[in-house]
């Protein structure tokens, strides 16, 4: 009996494999640690030196908020190739979340350069672990198992299960006892994750435990020769930019980094097409995936005005008084979590009773729907940005809908795309594709944050039509994307046929 006939049959945790299980809790607690760090990023920024915030604007803020969410996202790229050339997705996810978790516990220290030291280190370690994560979930599952998708389901539960963990402690904490206790909850957050990882390691029965295309000594000494250069590099030019011997315009910095993303998404994926020996099947679904990246990519634009631009309506245009207690604007955004824990277990259901009935939706189809159920969240925003105009502070269930749109669009679109990754992209080629996927919300995190810059406090009568403008283009694209999937629906079909 193969290891993937046996998995298939094995049920350790709600029906699924028990390394599920594993994977589950360590990203709970990694995703406390980032959500609940991440929700005060561009308060802290933009807080004046009094309240002991950094005082900076909120262009610049916006933008070095999306480049630290984009950059956490890019490194996935170097961290799957090197979980599947060097050292196996195990040892990735571990050594990342021992960096992560140093990342957190120098924010915790009340310095302006420990800040940024702090978000490189978090970017880093996130860069190794979250791409190699989500690529073991998809390993547990044979190609032709159902539960895939419901199970990638379960595992995004767990996702928001710690992000609701962390906005509720950093937001609590940021508000009775400041800033930077915040920030090292967030480091004990990702230490509990480290340790249940180390205490189930077992349960993954090998998946990701080795490399799975191992290099020659000579190539593996190279690699190791130029990552060490990297770090060197890095070390570098952070020390000359705190020293004022190079000047940092987060603006500029970050739309050359969406360019230089865009291009390097492109770049490399068109290499594992056309230059990665796949056969005529296996370019039909990389095909098909690239229409999932697509959609991914426009997706984040929008969902993570969350943290920026929907994070300071919150802050400046909500009525946040209930009696005598303010709600920390951290919390408005737990609504997206919240939602989630709520509706994960219809959708993971509905997914596998669909199935059952002969009815399954397309990767391409589903990326649509979520697509512009999500835009839909931006027409409340309209009305909502309507009523701010007018001097008025709004009351929180207008963001709290869009979070629920947004919510359902995410569940359509992104559990679903982590499992088109695990599904369409060729066996030997699955950290690094699963980096690349991950470089749409690199791509679309920068755009976000860029986007965000141009919400601006002192000129709230120009949100309306911002607000409208993103919903409309949004669900263009999903229309468009729709249309595509007529062609891609066939495509997708050749990944359920058994390899040979």
Known sequence: MTIEATQTKTKDFLGHPGGLSTLFLTEMWERMSYYGMRAMLVLFMTASMQEGGLAITVASATAIYGLYTGSVYLMGLPGGWMADRLIGGQKAVWYGGIIIMFGHIVLAIPNDYTFFIGLILVVLGTGLLKPNIGAMVGQLYSSDDHRRDSGYT???????????????????????????????????????GLLMYRATLHKLEGAGAEPTVKLSPKAEKISWTVIGTFLVGLVVVTYMLMNGMMTFRPVIVAENFAIIATVLFLGYFAAIFFLGNNNPNEKRQLGALFLVCLASIFFWTGFEQAGSSLNLFGQNYTDRIIGTFEIPPEWLQSANSFFIILLSPFFAALWINLAKRMITPTYGFKCALGLIIMATGFLVMFFAAQVAATGLKVAPYWLIATYFLHTVGELCLSPVALSAVSKLSPKRFAGQMMGVFVLTYSIGNVVAGLLAGNFDPNKVEDMPNLYLQISLFTISIGIVIFLFTFKTKKWEKLAEQPSS
């Open 154 to 192: 379960l595992y995004y539960l767990g996702i928001n299960l710690g992000s609701l963990i962390g906005y509720g402690v950093c937001g609590y904490l940021r508000i009775n006892m400041g800033w930077h206790w915040a920030f090292g909850a967030a480091a004990v957050g990702m230490a509990i």
